[in-house]
T-cell receptor, first 111, second 116 residues
Framework: GQNIDQPTEMTATEGAIVQINCTYQTSGFNGLFWYQQHAGEAPTFLSY????GLEEKGRFSSFLSRSKGYSYLLLKELQMKDSASYLC????????????FGAGTTVTVRA | GAVVSQHPSWVICKSGTSVKIECRSL??????MFWYRQFPKQSLMLMATSNEGSKATYEQGVEKDKFLINHASLTLSTLTVTSAHPEDSSFYIC????????????FGPGTRLTVT
């Protein structure tokens, strides 16, 4: 089975940095995704990691350690519009591309 | 970028009726489409994988006779919720994988189904 854990909620101040952790135990591994989802909308792609290390994309960075089954999403220079749910998802099988999602972390950015 | 549309964006139906939701890839060919369901404050749960020209593969616990999936072309997949009940009320989201892409899935905007 697939088990993906991430914190339920986080709160941070505008301009600050927040790190959202994700741990996973899956029967296979073909990459880890981070998505942003605003209430009532579909998820939007943020990042993809398949090799160990840090991937940086503007204000967002994502890290992966396959040996530890661990990833984090780092949000820098937080803006009010970053208030959303952040979903960690793992692709377990190269052949079917199915994604297993964590429950999501709701980030609230305060002025 | 790749765009996926869903129709309708929201629908209200009476208990016992059927509802069809369309998922279209607008600017790419999608050999594989996925259907998810999301209840309030919960994450996305994969319901089924839809491959063009073949039968859908359903996840454990999803009734294939209740959630009919058709993927008749490389740009269109449909999900029909048959004999809907209030507990089927949910946010249904599709995603599509570009045959030429190595890993990314593109999500549709979702369909809010309310069964009264």
């Amino acid at each position: 089975g697939q088990n993906i854990d991430q914190p339920t909620e986080m709160t941070a101040t505008e301009g600050a940095i927040v790190q959202i952790n994700c741990t996973y135990q899956t029967s296979g591994f073909n990459g880890l995704f981070w998505y942003q989802q605003h209430a009532g909308e579909a998820p939007t792609f943020l990042s993809y990691n398949v090799l160990d290390g840090l991937e940086e994309k503007g204000r967002f960075s994502s890290f992966l350690s396959r040996s530890k089954g661990y990833s984090y999403l780092l949000l820098k220079e937080l803006q009010m519009k970053d208030s959303a749910s952040y979903l960690c998802a793992v692709s377990g099988d190269f052949n079917d591309y199915k994604l297993s999602f964590g429950a999501g972390t709701t980030v609230t950015v305060r002025a | 970028g790749a765009v996926v549309s869903q129709h309708p964006s929201w629908v209200i139906c009476k208990s016992g009726t059927s509802v069809k939701i369309e998922c279209r890839s607008l600017d790419f060919q999608a050999t594989t489409m996925f259907w998810y369901r999301q209840f309030p404050k919960q994450s996305l749960m994969l319901m089924a994988t839809s491959n063009e020209g073949s039968k859908a593969t359903y996840e454990q616990g999803v009734e294939k006779d209740k959630f009919l999936i058709n993927h008749a072309s490389l740009t269109l997949s449909t999900l029909t919720v048959t004999s809907a009940h209030p507990e089927d009320s949910s946010f249904y989201i599709c995603s599509a994988r570009d045959a030429g892409d190595s890993y990314e899935q593109y999500f549709g905007p979702g369909t809010r189904l309310t069964v009264t």
